[in-house]
């Protein structure tokens, strides 16, 4: 049966070879296209294929107080990553990761939208994980392909006070925040940004520099060690920043003001640093770290006392009667008044045909400058003020300060309003209003608005002279912020013994405000202002000297009736507490 | 005597075919030392080593196929023919391994019935066209050599292995051009496969059936033989899209990635980018041995077995490529050779027919692995791992030095 002979002709035998090296050389030639051509091409993409960078977060800077107990500490968390590419069952994945985790995986769907970015970029997809749920992560690490998790320092408020208002919150990135920034590259969505209070004016220097490593790694993801001749780069923590808080301070303050509205400021005139900082209500800032940041911050919108405001920087209140101390600078400066001269005061004053009232309803009596002051008497200031021209009223109020911001370092300061001619011309029109205006202002009311730091501003001019420091709250070399040829030395010395007669006499208005401490002498000055959302807001400024020290203080109670009752009280347990014998202070070195 | 007469004809054997295949032996087994872990427990189960255990069999079964007399081989082909289709149904009754009744539990081995079907089928093909000195004018004279190849290749498809089946279609064609038939004849066989394949784009479905018209036309046929060969043609094509759903997703995903391997990184087409990236990199002279990042960061899949040539391209680059298929060229062409000058008809077949079967493995593993064609899931013959292939590509090499003697010492 193999007889058949085999007859095949040449010519199919040579189509046959010639098939045979065709399809030979096309392999040939694309290898040779692959490995010699486009050699370069995916020699760069085998590289990337095997090296992934990994971030390393830096931690930020600590925040201190002055006698450098931590106020705004770090604590490890654990942050989840998933790369897209890499999930290909993703619905699989955030299952297990629920099972994991204990948490919802429609949280970890939502992330992964929120984060997403690029297919190859590690997307967030659960922060603040504990070390025990990593390590049940660890365990099904096989089955969650293109995840990882890394450590990722965030904030932990330890210390006894809030100090919610000017520590500021983080915010997370989010792309529209990326999108705003300069340079977008710096930040990766889910990074921390200070968003408010000193976080956000230092920014800058509590921000860390993130750190890079280059990991070799296989397809499953699983890292394989560093790979060498790569530039990887430590992550560098950011520098600390100390306040010139004390925090014992400001932890009294806030127990104190803690029923009310309102602010208290403590600070050093000389150097214009700030001791305590207290706007309220107020929350604790570890409200805004962790998962459930949206709920809580909702509740605190919707608070209807507004807790998130910043009442120290941003509130604009009426000043009141502490507004007479201006009156007094421009009567004092341009010398037209003898402190001894006295004028009746019987509780009415007629200007026009309108009825002034004093707020004693029986009047005063007699009354010279330091009575004027020490008792508040609005008859005293509304015939005194009439004595000075509109513009330089208003130019004593800009040389204090008052209608611009103070330059304090905490974000979004308000400028406040100061009225002047040119002001009440447009509001009111030209024949709209009439000098019975001023004697409103005399007294601090009617259009000005001003913040509590202006306040503080203000009453520490008035006692370092014109020579106080720029208000600030972190540590630094001080700056002065002088007040040129204001007034005679004698006249300041005039002005202050009627602020310390406020205190000190029976009859005077802040005499409440008085700890009685032994060589301490306490001047200031009550503010009742009336507003139109209720009670009058209570005021109180002021300050203590005692031997080479001096701080002063800014009480404002929202609604909280009279100055000289219910500011003054508060203003005394500051005192009483910062002088104390017992108590020491640290000198922050001001090289 | 008789130990001279053996010497007498093993001499007058192609040497050079098992040599090409020791050379190429050793290029896989060096490559899958490489991606074998070195340490450890594992080395037991590395694919190294039980390819180098089954190159014992492997060499056994050549030696069995240069000695089993010719005669006997063509006396029983029909009823082993019939043995290797029952053994390509066993594995459906036996347990599903990852997917597919493929594989026959031997408890302590695998062992894959169709990787000996390929040249079981291919013999028995030689032996039914040199029977029946087929005059090959008539297309009906195609039929049974069609229906040989055909059962067990649907078998193969239905375990389901699409590589293996298309594989064993193909020496079809080259073995009925070898018997004489007609072009256009084998033009009508094939015709219904270019129908279906160009009707999913209306431009190549337009040029094929314009093209068509022509072959008809020089062969000139009958009118209504011509109209019933170009209208089945393009119900054919119009039927397709049936065709196209028919087949199984990850087939049809294949399909599709190849036009576009950029479209889904990581999906079907991650193989064909990793496999292409891992090529490229290794440049003319290739990373060293161990040295292939793609290959040891296990970013190529099914590495040791249908992906052992990107293994080989980034880890001893293209200087060792051009090597592995010159040998295969000359090894193929050495058959095809030996096909056309042998005496007889049945070994003339039986050697374009192993031609073909190299040559198609060779090819589409290759063009696979450099993304010219779909992934098929086809070795590349004595250098992936695969202990079934090995042994059947050593009884090939067998029967190649068997029926091929060299007329010309």
């Known amino acids: 049966m193999l007889k058949a002979e085999n007859l095949i002709p040449k010519g199919r035998y040579y189509i046959f070879s010639g098939i045979v090296i065709i399809l030979m050389i096309v392999l040939i030639s694309r290898f040779c296209y692959l490995q010699i051509f486009k050699y370069e091409q995916y020699k760069h993409k085998a590289e990337i294929n095997r090296i992934r960078a990994v971030t390393i977060d830096a931690p930020r800077g600590l925040i201190l107080d002055r006698n450098r107990n931590i106020l705004v500490d770090n604590y490890p968390t654990y942050i989840l990553t998933g790369i897209p590419g890499e999930m290909e069952d993703r619905e699989n994945i955030f299952y297990t990761l629920s099972y994991c985790t204990g948490i919802d995986s429609i949280n970890f769907a939502k992330n992964y939208k929120k984060y997403y970015r690029a297919k190859f970029v590690p997307t967030r997809l659960m922060k603040d994980l504990t070390i025990q749920q990593i390590s049940i992560l660890e365990e099904y690490k096989l089955d969650l392909p293109g995840v990882n998790y890394k450590k990722f320092p965030e904030r932990y408020y330890s210390s006894e006070i809030n100090g919610s208002h000017f520590l500021g919150h983080l915010k997370e990135v989010d792309s529209k925040i990326r999108s705003q920034m300069g340079n977008p590259n710096k930040f990766e969505l889910g990074d921390l940004i200070g968003w408010t209070g000193l976080e956000k004016q230092y920014e800058s220097q509590l921000r860390g520099m993130r750190g890079v490593k280059y990991l070799e790694v296989d397809a499953l993801g699983r890292e394989m060690g560093e790979v060498e001749g790569y530039n990887n780069r430590r992550a560098i923590p950011g520098n600390d920043l100390r306040l010139t808080i004390d925090s014992k301070l400001q932890a009294l303050l806030e127990e104190e003001m803690k029923n009310y509205c309102g602010t208290g400021i403590v600070s050093i005139p000389e150097s214009g640093e700030i001791l305590a900082y207290v706007s309220k209500p107020d929350y604790h800032p570890n409200l805004f770290v962790g998962k459930m940041v949206a709920g809580r911050w909702n509740k605190l919108l919707k608070n209807q006392n507004r807790p998130l405001l910043d009442r120290v920087t941003t509130g604009l209140y009426p000043p009141g009667s502490t507004f007479k101390i201006i009156t007094a600078l421009a009567l004092l400066e341009t010398n037209l008044i003898n402190p001894k001269e006295e004028i009746e005061c019987t509780g009415t004053y007629q200007f026009g045909n309108r009825t002034f009232k004093c707020w004693k309803e029986d009047g005063h009596g007699y009354v010279n400058f330091q009575k004027g002051i020490a008792q508040s008497c609005n008859i005293y200031f509304y015939q005194m003020i009439q004595k000075i021209s509109f513009s330089r009223w208003s130019n004593i109020c800009f040389n204090f300060g008052f209608g611009e911001i103070t330059g304090i370092d905490v974000a979004y300061e308000k400028s406040g309003l100061i009225p002047t001619e040119n002001y009440m011309n447009n509001k009111y029109g030209k024949w709209g209003w009439s000098r019975g205006n001023l004697l409103n202002l005399a007294l601090g009311q009617g259009d000005i608005l001003v913040t509590p730091i202006q306040m503080v501003q203000f009453i520490n001019q008035v006692v370092t002279h014109g020579n106080a420091g720029r208000l600030h709250l972190a540590e630094r070399k001080t700056q002065k912020k002088v007040i040129k040829n204001i007034l005679s030395k004698n006249n300041w010395e005039i002005l202050e013994k009627s602020l310390e007669a406020t205190v000190k006499n029976n009859q005077g208005t802040g005499r409440n405000a008085d700890p009685h401490i032994n060589g301490l002498i306490i001047g200031g000055k009550t503010g009742t202002a009336e507003n139109p959302h209720g009670n009058p807001h209570a005021w109180f400024i002021g300050y203590g000297k005692k031997g080479d020290s001096t701080i002063t203080s800014v009480i404002l109670i929202e609604n909280g009736g009279h100055g000289g009752e219910i500011a003054a009280p508060i203003f005394r347990k500051v005192f009483s507490y910062y002088f104390s014998p017992k108590s020491q202070h640290l000198v922050l070195n001001n090289p | ?409």
């Not at chain 2, 005059?135 to 389901?160: D, E, G, H, T, Y």
């Not at chain 2, 119009?238 to 065709?243: E, S």
């Not at chain 2, 294949?254 to 991650?270: Q, S, V």
Request: hydrophobic share 55%; aromatic share 12%; net charge positive.
């Open chain 2, 1 to 409: 005597m008789m130990i001279s007469q053996v010497n007498n004809t093993f001499y007058k054997r192609p040497m050079i075919v098992i040599f090409a295949s020791m050379v190429l032996t050793s290029i896989g087994l060096t490559s899958l030392f490489s991606i074998s872990p070195h340490h450890s427990s594992d080395v037991m189960s590395s694919s190294f080593l039980k390819q180098l255990i089954f190159l014992g069999p492997a060499i056994i079964g050549l030696i069995l196929m240069v000695f089993i007399p010719r005669y006997l081989i063509h006396k029983y082909i029909y009823i082993i023919y019939a043995i290797v289709l029952c053994g390509l149904v066993l594995p459906y009754f036996s347990q599903n391994v990852a997917g597919t009744n493929r594989w026959i539990d031997l408890g302590f081995i695998g062992f894959q019935p169709s990787e000996f079907a390929k040249w079981v089928i291919v013999i028995c093909l030689a032996r039914y066209l040199s029977d029946h000195k087929l005059k090959m004018r008539n297309l009906s004279s195609f039929i049974i050599p069609f229906i040989i190849i055909i059962i067990p290749a649907l078998i193969v498809l239905k375990q389901p292995d699409l590589g293996t089946a298309l594989v064993m279609l193909i020496p079809l064609l080259p073995m009925l051009y070898w018997a004489g038939a007609k072009s256009y004849h084998l033009f009508l066989l094939i015709a219904p496969f270019f129908s279906i394949l160009t009707a999913f784009h209306p431009l190549p479905f337009s040029i094929w059936a314009i093209l068509m018209i022509l072959i008809i036309l020089l062969e000139k046929p009958s009118l209504i033989v011509g109209l019933i060969v170009y209208f089945t043609n393009l119900f054919l094509g119009l039927l397709a899209p049936v065709f196209w759903n028919s087949l199984k997703e990850y087939q049809q995903k294949r399909i599709l990635t190849l036009f576009n391997p950029e479209l889904d990184p990581l999906g079907a087409a991650y193989q064909i980018i990793q496999s292409q990236t891992a090529i490229g990199s290794g440049g003319i002279f290739g990373k060293g041995i161990g040295e292939g990042t793609q290959t040891h960061l296990k970013f190529l899949p099914v590495q040791e077995s249908d992906f052992i040539l990107s293994v080989i391209g980034e880890e001893m680059g293209f200087v060792c490529i051009a090597l592995i298929i010159l040998i295969f060229t000359w090894l193929i062409l050495t058959i095809v050779k030996l096909s056309y000058s042998s005496k007889d008809r049945f070994s003339g077949l039986v050697l374009i027919g192993i031609a073909s079967l190299f040559l198609s493995h060779v090819f589409v593993n290759s063009a696979m692995t450099i993304g010219i064609i779909p992934v098929k899931g086809l070795p590349l013959p004595f250098i992936s791992a695969g202990g079934s292939f090995l042994i059947s590509c050593f009884m090939m090499v067998g029967i190649v030095m068997n029926v091929g003697v060299d007329s010309h010492d």
